[in-house]
């Protein structure tokens, strides 16, 4: 083991969510590295199963996922050690749904975004990690233009008790404030 990493712990976390809904953005806003990702030009075969539906300026989606990575320091976040997250991106469509479950493996938790103009377009990632326990929280992707709903309401459209909270996924320190908030959510839930 690198001595200068000893007292760094490495997180695995799943960034998921419905299509056009910000996932290649959080990833891309926050990872210190160069992201890997799988982005392909929609075309007109895909018309029939990706609706454009309040996403009419979207030309591309995540084909496989999206990876990136970010550290926090442990005296500059204030963390009882250091943490290097591993930021794997969903593909939102249905198709890949399966793909889901092998990115998930190993991952501590999972942050699904959601698009107040099309909040089911969550449903399926939101009952994918209840299906699978993996711990999630719920980050509300504020898109210009789009209506902001008080957070108890967005939380009880989703039914369910899990954190909600909103942040710009174009905003460094705001997905920072998910992505620790995750951190602390994943490790409530797990048991001691």
Known sequence: MDPAHSDTAVLKILIAGGFGVGKTT?????SEIEPISTEEFLTQASTSTDSLDGVETKSTTTVAFDFGRVTFDRAAFNLPMSIELMLFGTPGQERFKELWYDLAR??????????TRRLSSSFDAVNFCENAQLPF???????DGAH???LNDIRQALGSDIPVMAFDARVPAAVVNVLLRLVDHALDQTPA
């Open 148 to 150: 902001r709903y008080p």
């Open 106 to 115: 190993g991952s501590v938790g999972a942050v699904v975004l959601a698009d």
């Open 26 to 30: 959080t990833v891309r806003a926050i």
């Open 137 to 143: 929280i719920v980050a509300v992707n504020e898109f």
